[in-house]
């Protein structure tokens, strides 16, 4: 298969898959898509990098997973600005070992068509390379939102309470596992299984974002990446605020139990562990009320974990009544 066959391939699934927008002119085939634009809206648009033995590793994956993952991170960004997503775009630098594996990319492509068709998502271009290095993978989605509508980091205030959707640590429990030894099993539903899924095949909070953006409830939101101690102190450095977190309330995942020998270190995990996408976020008491119809009409929990202090760049943890530092701990990509 040469490099136009696989793009024709692409190309072809694409049109087979999504849904054609109806702003969008034209898609792939030329040297770029054209969007037409329209009043009163603005453009969101969103990258994330995927490397091979970085971000994860060909052994444990399976391929329709990884294309799954590929679109998955880059729409939770989109949600966490309070969007609507619309358009992706993808780029492959494929190592030699991969170029002539059917399988491989038949299974990846399904992941990936499969999560967009989900969101309404239609993929609109990117680019193909070989490499003598890993695979990499490089996600590109664009969204919109109403004109001055975007959930920034930068709005919290102080009395806010703080949110999280779901629940914390799986994903992190999940990676554990893996480097511990544990095997992907598809067609199983055990708790193993739930915490290698978590990591390896995350579901973003679409519809939950773009909920809470279109009736402006949040004042700061950001997806839960890097770990969700580090992710609150992003928004606390773009506010100027402080931050304190309640230790009972913070609502850590089931699959923390099978890595973690204390409530200690269930903690410590759930909170700096990192790849949950979930939404942490921060609004005020009085939306309460609404922002627990969305979470019902969404099908998923939201916990409120603390609130915004008038102490720039400082974080506390509260426990038995009591106040201490809480430490910004989570992922790093150049820390080694």
């Known amino acids: 298969m040469s490099e136009f066959d696989f793009i024709h391939r ?17 898609g792939i085939g030329d040297d770029a898509a054209i969007v037409r634009e329209r009043d009163g809206r603005e453009l969101l648009v969103t990258t994330d990098l995927l490397v091979e033995d970085v971000d ?3 052994s444990y994956v399976p391929p329709s997973w990884l294309g799954h993952k590929a679109l998955a991170v880059s729409l ?9 997503v619309r358009y992706s775009l993808l780029t492959l630098a494929i190592p030699d070992k991969l170029q002539i594996s059917e399988d491989f990319w038949t299974a990846f492509l399904d992941g990936y068509f499969a999560l967009a068709e989900q969101h309404g998502v239609t993929l609109v271009g990117g680019d193909t390379s070989s490499t003598p290095g890993q695979l990499t993978i490089d996600s590109m989605v664009l969204g919109e939102c109403r004109v001055g ?37 598809e067609d199983r539903n055990d708790e193993v299984q739930a915490a290698l899924r978590a990591h390896l095949k995350p579901e973003p909070r679409v519809a939950f974002g773009r909920r809470i953006g279109e009736r402006g409830l949040a004042h700061a939101m950001i997806d839960v990446s890097d ?12 506010s100027g605020m402080g931050a304190v977190l309640d230790f009972e309330a913070v609502p850590i995942a089931a699959e923390v139990a099978l890595v973690a020998e204390d409530q200690e270190a269930a903690f410590n995990l759930a909170v700096s562990g990192g790849e949950d996408y979930e939404l942490l976020f921060t609004a005020s008491g009085k939306e309460e009320g609404a922002l627990l119809e ?21 974080l506390w943890l509260r426990r038995d009544g009591k106040l201490e530092p809480l430490a910004v701990r989570g992922f790093d990509h150049f820390a080694g």
């Open 56 to 58: 994860f590793k060909l």
């Open 10 to 26: 692409i190309r072809a699934e694409a049109a087979r898959r999504t849904t054609l927008q109806n702003d969008l002119v034209c």
């Open 227 to 238: 770990g969700l101690v580090q992710d609150l102190a992003h928004i606390c450095n773009e």
């Open 76 to 84: 939770s960004d989109i949600a966490a600005m309070g969007g609507a």
């Open 149 to 185: 509508t975007a959930i920034r980091r930068n709005g919290a205030r102080i009395g806010d309470g703080i949110y999280v959707t779901g629940s914390l640590g799986a994903s992190a429990a999940g990676l554990k596992l893996l480097l511990l030894g544990a095997q992907v099993y």
């Open 294 to 314: 969305i979470s019902q009409a969404c099908q998923l929990r939201v916990t409120r974990i603390g609130e915004i202090l008038a102490e720039p760049g400082r």
